[in-house]
């Protein structure tokens, strides 16, 4: 039996790795957390029977504690970094949103238990330093995002090193809209993803294009590839996740489904494929495919991911600080679609790097940030 933790329960793909769990024998839930759904983390312990949750909200896990008198509860963050790092886990799923995720994700890793990652931030925000540790640990970090998941697919043979990665994205909403059309959308305009359904946060990401500038950052700590050797495609069918194209010419494809389904089973059952939710349904019958560049005038939160991530170190900290008090900022209405980038533009025209940055200065510089350009 098989026991996972996951982080981020209540979530798009906290549900859906439950959906996953559903259809996979000898996988248990060892332990849940959530945000501020407590009546969703009410059902999914009647129905999975973790021995540990984890709340965010003190009085949340009171109430918890009521219902379920026999159960371990804990809240906090330092609660979410106990359930993370507990040794009967065999693998720790980390679905938070947000920065939360990186100190469970350190001490899951610090204890020898195998990471299922799909929180951007943890490797956006110190990817040096998580998979350092990682490889002293003998830990696999196996993404979850579609994309990453399709290329460490492609990677399977290891006696041929990747020469290229070309990272697929759809294009999100306002592909086919001009920049004017983008300063006057709103958040309901922004979040009508024509193919993924995903939480608000991310949505809005994928709307701007710097969800993708993140699973660059992303791709370069998973795969240790330089930038330049990083590509992105804009490809709105969704069916190929990504390539891998090798020193002789040749590529590498995954393809299915638009469905996160898969990748999450992928890492929960690597290195076999199993029979599972999504493993009927899909043919390629009527399916057409096409492919463009990316405009990086148009979308500048990618080309501003872009250089952050080349400048290295407390860059990418300050680029995903700034851009995600801005699309909060977006989603509450104080500010317009395209003061996302002029926000993440400015933070980082105003930073000076700090070269070999240690946790503490990376938790402190994201605590100024979000101070300094949140409105």
């Known amino acids: ?55 965010s909200d003190y009085e949340d896990a009171k109430i918890i504690k009521e219902k379920f008198p026999k159960l371990d509860v804990l809240h906090s963050g330092e609660g979410l970094v106990e359930i993370a790092k507990d040794k009967q886990n065999d693998i720790t799923l980390v679905a938070t949103s947000g920065k939360v995720g990186l100190k469970p994700t350190l001490a899951a890793i610090e204890n020898k238990i195998d990471i299922a990652l799909a929180n951007k931030e943890t490797l956006v925000m110190a990817g040096d330093i998580v998979m350092k540790k990682a490889r002293e640990n003998g830990v696999k970090i196996l993404p979850v995002d579609s994309e990453h998941s399709a290329i460490f697919q492609c990677l399977a043979d290891k006696n041929n090193p990747p020469y290229k990665l070309i990272i697929t994205a759809s294009g999100g909403p306002f592909l086919n809209k001009t920049r004017e059309q983008m300063q006057n959308s709103n958040a309901l305009d922004a979040l009508k993803h024509p193919r993924w359904h995903m939480g608000r946060k991310i949505t809005i990401d994928s709307a701007t294009l710097m969800n ?87 979308f500048r939160c990618l080309k501003l991911a872009y250089e952050a991530g080349k400048e290295g170190s407390s860059a990418t900290v300050v680029l995903n600080a700034a851009n995600e008090v801005a699309v909060n900022d977006f989603l509450s209405g104080k500010i317009h679609f395209l003061d996302i980038e002029k926000t993440v533009y400015k933070a980082l025209e105003e930073h000076n790097t700090i070269k070999d940055i240690s946790l503490d200065d990376i938790f402190e510089l994201d605590r100024e940030v979000r101070k300094k350009y949140s409105i």
């Not at 795969?223 to 069918?237: A, E, G, L």
């Open 1 to 55: 039996m098989k026991k996972i933790t996951l982080l981020g329960s209540t979530g798009s793909i906290g549900t859906q790795t439950l959906e996953v769990i559903d259809f996979l024998e000898d996988y248990k839930i060892h332990a849940l957390s959530c945000g501020k759904n407590i009546a969703l983390l009410i059902k999914q312990i009647e129905k999975y029977k973790p021995e540990r949750v984890c709340t």
């Open 212 to 298: 993708k500038g993140l699973e660059v950052i992303e791709a370069h700590h998973l795969f240790n590839m330089d930038y330049n050797d990083i590509k992105v495609v804009i490809h709105p069918q969704s069916l190929v996740h990504s390539f891998v194209e090798f020193i002789d010419g040749s590529m590498l494809a995954q393809v299915g489904f638009p469905s996160m389904h898969i990748p999450i089973q992928y890492a929960l059952t690597y290195p076999k494929r199993l029979k599972g939710i999504k493993t009927d349904g899909f043919n390629l019958w009527g399916q057409t495919m096409s492919f463009e560049k990316p405009d990086f005038e148009k």
